[in-house]
T-cell receptor, first 115, second 112 residues
Framework: GAVVSQHPSWVICKSGTSVKIECRSL??????MFWYRQFPKQSLMLMAT?????????EQGVEKDKFLINHASLTLSTLTVTSAHPEDSSFYIC???????????FGPGTRLTVL | EDQVTQSPEALRLQEGESSSLNCSYT??????LFWYRQDPGKGPEFLFT???AGEEKEKERLKATLTKKESFLHITAPKPEDSATYLC?????????????FGGGTRVLVKP
């Protein structure tokens, strides 16, 4: 299957700072990528759809000014959590549709802890 | 609005004790139903895609089936390494791109 990577795998930051998370499709191009958030023992909640060459589409209730998404190329999307607070601590996961298929492939996730 | 409900929330099995997980869905025009396995602290790992009622797919001890209202993931003679959370998700023809709607997951623990 298609491979999606994320960097970093975990990050600890102070409250008020910004954190950038990268999502890369390693062996295929992705015009669309998705960003999810997952709290402990809960399922994945879609935050936004990242579109190459255009603005991201955010789900209802997700602050677009807080969670900045940039789809810089056909293999890279970034999520920047701005002015992070402890309640932003979570597991952030990205995904991308495999080439020629409906199936989405997920990255390994990034654990964000805001102190 | 697309909805996915998984049951049970948690399942404890003895090694070799077969069981089934349920995924009930409500969607306007099913495009695909997906099963994923997720281990703690990791991203979901793709297992199966099902597209139409009556379709079945198998992989080792896992078998997924699909009807017009639900999907089952059958685990035959499970081993401890099958312990994980199993996630079901759907995408519809009306959803933008390949947007997935996830169920809450079923946490499976297989004891030796």
């Amino acid at each position: 299957g298609a491979v999606v990577s994320q960097h970093p795998s975990w990050v600890i930051c102070k409250s008020g700072t910004s954190v950038k998370i990268e999502c890369r499709s390693l062996d295929f191009q992705a015009t669309t990528m998705f960003w999810y958030r997952q709290f402990p023992k809960q399922s994945l909640m879609l935050m936004a759809t990242s579109n190459e060459g255009s603005k991201a589409t955010y789900e209802q209730g997700v602050e677009k000014d807080k969670f900045l998404i940039n789809h810089a190329s056909l293999t890279l999307s970034t999520l920047t959590v701005t002015s992070a607070h402890p309640e932003d601590s979570s597991f952030y996961i990205c995904s991308a549709p495999g080439q020629g298929a409906d199936t989405q492939y997920f990255g390994p996730g990034t654990r964000l802890t805001v102190l | 609005e697309d909805q996915v409900t998984q049951s049970p929330e948690a399942l404890r099995l003895q090694e070799g004790e077969s069981s089934s997980l349920n995924c009930s869905y409500t969607v306007s025009g099913l495009r695909g139903l997906f099963w994923y396995r997720q281990d703690p602290g990791k991203g979901p790992e793709f297992l199966f895609t099902l597209y139409s009622a009556g379709e079945e797919k198998e992989k080792e001890r896992l078998k997924a089936t699909l009807t017009k209202k639900e999907s089952f993931l059958h685990i035959t003679a499970p081993k401890p390494e099958d312990s994980a959370t199993y996630l079901c998700a759907v995408t519809s023809h009306k959803a933008a791109g390949n947007k997935l709607t996830f169920g809450g997951g079923t946490r499976v623990l297989v004891k030796p």
